[in-house]
Nanobody, 120 residues
Framework: QVQLVESGGGLVQPGGSLRLSCAAS????????MGWYRQAQGKQRELVAA???????NFADSVKGRFTISRDNAKNTVYLQMNSLKPEDTAVYYC??????????????WGQGTQVTVSS
């Protein structure tokens, strides 16, 4: 069993910052990739940022230059630092991880989601 537990969401004013964290726990042999998706009300879930195990990063165009993603491999944790937040960043943010639980069993896991609201 693998669990992803997110924290750090909340209400912030436009131009403000938030830092999301997601910790993976359970029967983990290797984490191939970790990242963040978001889903605004009435819209499809979209990729925000991803970080494979090689350390490369991938961002949605809408967040480039404002968001950064980082990983602490020792803690199986991924972070999303969100700066210069805009009202259009309001969404439920989901942590995502591709995890090898051993014997080449590779599956995709999701966190429960954390609400980010950007409003004055």
């Amino acid at each position: 069993q693998v669990q992803l537990v997110e924290s750090g969401g909340g209400l912030v004013q436009p131009g403000g910052s938030l830092r999301l964290s997601c910790a993976a726990s359970g029967s983990i042999f290797e984490i191939t990739a970790m990242g963040w998706y978001r889903q605004a009300q009435g819209k499809q879930r979209e990729l925000v940022a991803a970080m494979p195990s090689d350390g490369s990063t991938n961002f949605a165009d809408s967040v480039k230059g404002r968001f950064t993603i980082s990983r602490d491999n020792a803690k199986n944790t991924v972070y999303l630092q969100m700066n210069s937040l805009k009202p259009e960043d309001t969404a439920v943010y989901y942590c995502n991880a591709v995890i090898n639980t051993g014997w080449s069993r590779i599956s995709e896991y999701w966190g429960q989601g954390t609400q980010v609201t950007v409003s004055s």
